[in-house]
Every structure is written in structure tokens, then in C-alpha cells.
């Protein structure tokens, strides 16, 4: 059973910075894509981010384009989450995804794509 662990969290000031970090406990990114989703109390699960197996396609949600960052590490098996200029409304719960090579065309956006989770990780920013 492959399993994701998140970490990173925190609380930190508006206009801070954190970098989340999601470690497999196997190898899989060769055959799956990764993404990061958000859930805030009483909201559905956002998209956030996602990257595909090779690093070399990536898709943001627009309301983090330009201050979050995905990368891939196939070597360490863990996908980060680089987030900059951080906003009160970034508060969520952060949660790590993988999704099958199969039905990662177009890079999927809805949580119900998505095979594996992570428990998550707590993110809130002060203002």
C-alpha cells in the first residue's frame, strides 16, 4: 500500500513563506502524477497544483499562480509545494495526491481523479 506523508506546515505571517513537502513511501512517480489540493473548514477540496511524472508539465490554480511553486524529485520520491507571498485566505489544510499516468492528460483539477491522498497538513497564515 503506497502511502503519502505531508509536512511543512505551520503558521506563519502574510507575506511569509513555507515549502510542503510530500515523501512516498514508494517508488511510483514514474507511473503516476502528483498534485496538491487545499481544504479550508466548511469549503470543498481546492486544486491547487499539479505535476506530472517527468517535471516537465505543470498547472497552477489561478489564485496561486505566481506565488506557489511544484517541483518533482524522482530521486527522494517527494513532490514539493513552494508557497511565497503567503495570504490570510491560504489557510487550509494542504493535502498531497497522486493520480495514475492514465488519466493525467490535461492535468486533473477535480480531487475525484485522484488515487492516493496524504493525510495533510495544516497551513495558517495570519494577517
Known amino acids: 500500500q503506497v502511502q503519502l506523508v505531508e509536512s511543512g506546515g505551520g503558521l506563519v505571517q502574510a507575506a511569509g513563506s513555507l515549502r510542503l513537502s510530500c515523501a512516498a513511501s514508494?517508488?511510483?512517480?514514474?507511473?503516476?502524477?502528483l498534485g496538491w489540493f487545499r481544504q479550508a473548514p466548511g469549503k470543498e477540496r481546492e486544486f491547487v497544483a499539479t505535476?506530472?511524472?517527468?517535471?516537465?508539465?505543470?498547472y497552477y490554480a489561478d489564485s496561486v499562480k505566481g506565488r506557489f511553486t511544484i517541483s518533482i524529485d524522482n530521486a527522494e520520491n517527494a513532490v514539493y509545494l513552494r508557497m511565497n507571498s503567503l495570504k490570510s485566505e491560504d489557510t487550509a489544510v494542504y493535502l498531497c495526491?497522486?493520480?495514475?499516468?492514465?488519466?493525467w492528460g490535461g492535468g486533473p483539477r477535480t480531487p475525484e481523479t485522484y488515487d492516493i491522498w496524504g493525510q495533510g497538513t495544516q497551513v495558517t497564515v495570519s494577517s
Open positions: 505535476i506530472s511524472w517527468s517535471g516537465s508539465t505543470i
Open positions: 514508494m517508488r511510483l512517480f514514474s507511473s503516476y502524477g
Open positions: 495526491a497522486a493520480v495514475h499516468y492514465s488519466k
